[in-house]
């Protein structure tokens, strides 16, 4: 199995400019989380669906931040329009209902807004 | 609510030494346990997890053993390596729920 997997794995864009972070789950995995890891502020779950809806996202900053989960295989997370404060590694991970519970991470974007 | 407190860091080791990297958590009913390593540039790996009181988990040397008691799961290695170098998460995920809830990671640094 491929594990998760996130694209791109790093992006350097400038304040005010849209970004869009991908994330493929691991095939059969019904939930998929997306973290936000920064110095400061340590790991945060943004977000986090099952079975493609969205189920607790009260971890998302603000109305810039958006995701989507179109089907099983496939997420976004959208920042639009970016700032310097969102600078920050976001990671996606999945996992299988009945698996015990461990979560699958992906190896991260790295993001800096300028 | 639930939350996960941890040492500080860095933990700084020279090859072979014994380590201890302290954990406790605070949740209402009976939480799974983890640690999860993140090693530079990497995304998070599950090291080792315990799902119910006395558990013990262990994986490639480290052990944790969950203490109900005390509410602790610290996690321990005879003789750390240099590779060992990394920083350590632990985490519960309460009963029912889906959402990991980590504390804010130990960094070690073992020196050959």
């Known amino acids: 199995d491929a594990g998760v997997i996130q694209s791109p794995r790093h992006e350097v864009t400038e304040m005010g400019q849209e970004v869009t972070l991908r994330c493929k789950p691991i095939s059969g995995h019904d939930y998929l989380f997306w973290y936000r890891q920064t110095m400061m502020r340590g790991l945060e779950l943004l977000i986090y669906?099952?079975?493609?809806?969205?189920?607790?996202d009260s971890g998302m900053p603000e109305d810039r931040f958006s995701a989507k989960m179109p089907n099983a295989s496939f997420s976004t997370l959208k920042i639009q329009p970016s700032e310097p404060r969102d600078s920050a590694v976001y990671f996606c991970?999945?996992?299988?209902?009945?698996?015990?519970?461990?979560?699958?991470f992906g190896p991260g974007t790295r993001l800096l807004v300028l | 609510g639930d939350s996960v407190t941890q040492m500080e860091g860095p933990v700084t080791l020279s090859e072979e030494a014994f380590l201890t990297i302290n954990c406790t958590y605070t949740?209402?009913?009976?939480?799974?346990l983890f640690w999860y390593v993140q090693y530079p540039g990497e995304g998070l790996q599950l090291l080792l997890k315990a799902t119910k009181a006395d558990d013990k988990g262990s994986n490639k040397g480290f052990e944790a053993t969950y203490r109900k008691e005390t509410t602790s799961f610290h996690l321990e290695k005879g003789s750390v390596q240099v590779s060992d170098s990394a920083v350590y998460f632990c985490a519960l995920i309460n009963t029912g729920f889906q959402k990991l809830v980590f504390g804010t990671g130990t960094r070690l640094l073992v020196s050959p």
């Open positions: 991970a999945s996992t299988a209902s009945g698996s015990g519970e461990t979560q699958y």
């Open positions: 669906f099952n079975n493609n809806v969205p189920i607790d």
């Open positions: 949740a209402t009913g009976y939480p799974s």
